[in-house]
């Protein structure tokens, strides 16, 4: 599980570096949705990260996209269970859970999003 929770920090990270989500997840969503391709709204003048986000075309991705790209790498992952990383939904939200074949390992609620990485173990496991 350490390797799991060690590949999802590094994905966040480079996604937060690259521009892809920002550190403060309330905003991350906000500017995807409201991209703005053409930097048509955003003043050219106006210097900062927020710009820098616009500035050529770019903005973070949803919160989906960010798990799409964590559960790619988590995926190439050599584990000694076998682990599934399902795509989670709730009414406007998407993120991941991570599932061991071992009955003795959690299940994990992994959001980048959010940078949030949990585990809990059910009713019957541990």
């Not at 799991?4 to 920090?9: A, L, P, R, V």
């Not at 919160?63 to 406007?92: H, M, P, R, S, Y």
Request: proline residues 3%; hydrophobic residues 35%; charged residues 25%.
């Amino acid at each position: 599980m350490i390797r799991i929770q060690e590949t999802f920090n590094r994905v966040v990270n480079e996604m937060t570096q690259n521009g892809e989500r920002l550190s403060f997840y309330n905003f991350n969503d906000d500017f995807a949705y409201n991209r703005d391709d053409q930097n048509s709204w955003w003043p050219n003048w106006l210097a900062g990260t927020l710009s820098g986000i616009f500035l050529n075309g770019d903005s973070t991705l949803l919160c989906g996209q960010q798990w799409e790209k964590v559960q790619a790498e988590l995926n190439k992952l050599k584990l000694d269970a076998k682990w599934i990383f399902n795509d989670t939904f709730t009414d406007v939200h998407e993120f991941g859970t991570g599932i061991s074949d071992d009955q003795n390992d959690p299940i994990l609620f992994i959001d980048p999003w959010k940078n949030s990485f949990s585990a809990q173990y059910p009713i019957g496991r541990k």
